[in-house]
């Protein structure tokens, strides 16, 4: 039996399917650069079709659970616009297969429930990765750092409970932090970077992104770089370097590797900062946990490094424990593993007890 | 004789021509939003060749000065790259007519020499302003909020003198302060905004630029609101309040158009921080210049505000000595008389006292 799950974000969309047969359970992933903002409404059924075909093979899959952030780009005009676009493309894509989406309580909805409560499957992806976490933490604060945000959130008794439901509330409340590690402007997250003993003010351009930042700090390979670059340039150190002096209105023939590499330690320290100052927010509401458990792409180098300092010395990794696509694309996983609970007896916790290293 | 004056910007090229004739001496200005990042090559020889044509009617200039910062867009690897190709266009488009460039003191270079010293070149706009300026006000600060970016240039004895000639050095210098009236995007702006009592992060994707934010505050009017909207949508308040409204992941339907207008209003709060803080810094160097000459779009609401949150009591409009769209147009307006003066025995001083209200 297939059981699929869905994560239709604004800039990547990610799906994983959990394999039931009698000799075992096999997990899947996969992923695409979509970004919805600039594809046709077309485009988005067609994209789900393809990431099915993928990973079912031609077999039809028995449940599919959806989550979605892409409901918050400015392809829709509003967020109710979003979420019934998203819904449609994925009855489009799953015709005839039982749909459910999760709500910002780890709850799932039948489609046309979700289409009225709208405002509760808009921006949930996070209920899905903090149910699955807390199938193995009961009581733990997971730091999620994506491509473009970081959800910090704490889950007691196994279950997610932040402060913020929706979007708007979770930026309050330090549950989310708009910074990721590949698609942020520089800008975003500093005006000032250190030069030659002094400090410069940047750009305000789309001029380097933290992907950049990331890619000549060592932190990810080039095949991490998922998203497109600024300037349509490749991907490698060099025009990272490039697009980096940019930011401070130079070019490589004007400042040295040497200073573009204290640029990029700076804003990475900054970065650090903005997920340090939410986990803070959030760990001085739940001063009882002791547990944090990092995922995704910035999982060592940002979640894992901001616990720390907080000292935090109980920090686990989702990378460790299920792997790095299963970490990275953990809302897809998630939401595949509340199809098979949804239709089969099969405990959760015994599917994550077999699944290592997806 | 027809004098022409051309500012190459990154997303805005601005032209102006000074006739002089007998009968006396006109100004014209012409203004085109042309984001070179967008565009093929081939299209800013075209570009600048339909602004000679709307301007001189086919009558041949007799000089052209040009000015320029399109060369820092990440259209062009370096900025070498980018003057040479500012410098093919205008060749192109200007065939047969004396071309000269305006350098980071002011004066006038032939192309050639320009193409050699290409950093003199590069990002050298002020320097007209500044020139041009100093005609009328020997000793003064002058501050030009354009659509993008904000210089804050003092002038000694008629000359521009600031402590930075290269982008990068007046960066640091507080010369150049990357925020303006249109094209920033809030997120470089703030990190927070005040929502119901409490601060919410902002997203840090392109959702909303100050444009939205001086627009609902009516600092500008839809006119005035040249550039492309960051979702493609309507320049209207309506729609700049559903972009602001994003800027915290929210939408219409979810907070309120007072929450906006609070938003919108912290945003410019924040904005005009950043243009004090520049003229601080330029100020503490040079604290007997007690005039400043508030130029740009946003002359008005951050310019001359921020002179007078810094105590200056001496603050005199472009705007209202040479008109609105000679204060918009600057470096092109400055440019043009720099050749007039080249080429005449005309003094600039002359020609700016006949002309009032370009």
Redesign the interface.
Known sequence: MLFMGLDVG?ANTKAAVIDVTPGGIEVKTAREYFPV?TKSRRELPELLFRMRSLLCSGVEPDCVCVTMTAE?S?AY????EGVNHVLSSVEEAFSGIDVYVVNCTAKLLDVDEARRRY?EVA?ANWPATGWMIGKIFKDCIFIDVGS?TTDIIPVRGGVPCPEGK???ER??S?E?????VLR??V???V?KVP?RG??????????ALTADVHLVLGHILEEDYTCET????GRDAYHSM??IA?A????????SQDDVLKIARHVYLKQLE?VVEGLEQVSSRNPDIDTVITVGLGEDFLAKRAAENLGFTRIHSLKSMLGKKASENAPAVAAALMATEKKTRIDAEKILSEVRGI
Do not use: H, P, Y
């Not at 005009?77 to 109710?80: D, G, L, M, S």
């Not at 989310?176 to 990721?180: D, I, S």
């Not at 002094?198 to 001029?207: D, G, N």
């Open positions: 604004g903002w918050l400015d005009e509003t967020k109710r405002m921006a473009t929706s979007d708007v930026l309050i330090g989310l932090v708009f910074t990721g942020t402007n800008s975003a997250i005006s030069l002094r400090m410069c003010r940047v750009s305000s351009e789309k001029f600024a300037d349509g340039r490039a697009r940019r401070v209105c130079a070019d490589v023939e004007e400042i903005q």
